[in-house]
Nanobody
Framework: QVQLVESGGGSVQAGGSLRLSCAASGYTASTKFMGWFRQTPGKGREGVASILRSGGATYYADSVKDRFTISRDNAKNIVYLQMNSLKPEDTAMYYC????????????????WGPGTQVAVSS
């Protein structure tokens, strides 16, 4: 099992930046990839970004490409999400996820989830 704890959420004006962090513990060396999902009230969870543990290949949702950057520090078991040029539509609860299986996908099934951190972007 893997335990995940997010931090770094908050309120920011449109055009601003935030950096989310996800600290992982447990069987982290067995994870194949980690990533971030987000959810707004009344909507399902949406995949935002993922990064492979081996090789570091990254994947992004079209809605955040060129604005968000995912990175990881395997030695510290931390995954980051740098969010720039934030928009009001980025407002959501952001969740860190980990998965022991490939391929890297946007499916919500079979993943470990953190409790989430709230991001609010005002216009």
């Amino acid at each position: 099992q893997v335990q995940l704890v997010e931090s770094g959420g908050g309120s920011v004006q449109a055009g601003g930046s935030l950096r989310l962090s996800c600290a992982a513990s447990g069987y982290t060396a067995s994870t194949k990839f980690m990533g971030w999902f987000r959810q707004t009230p009344g909507k399902g969870r949406e995949g935002v970004a993922s990064i492979l543990r081996s090789g570091g290949a990254t994947y992004y949702a079209d809605s955040v490409k060129d604005r968000f950057t995912i990175s990881r520090d395997n030695a510290k078991n931390i995954v980051y999400l740098q969010m720039n040029s934030l928009k009001p539509e980025d407002t959501a609860m952001y969740y860190c996820v980990a998965d022991f299986h490939l391929p890297c996908s946007w499916s919500t099934e079979g993943k470990y989830w953190g409790p989430g951190t709230q991001v609010a972007v005002s216009s």
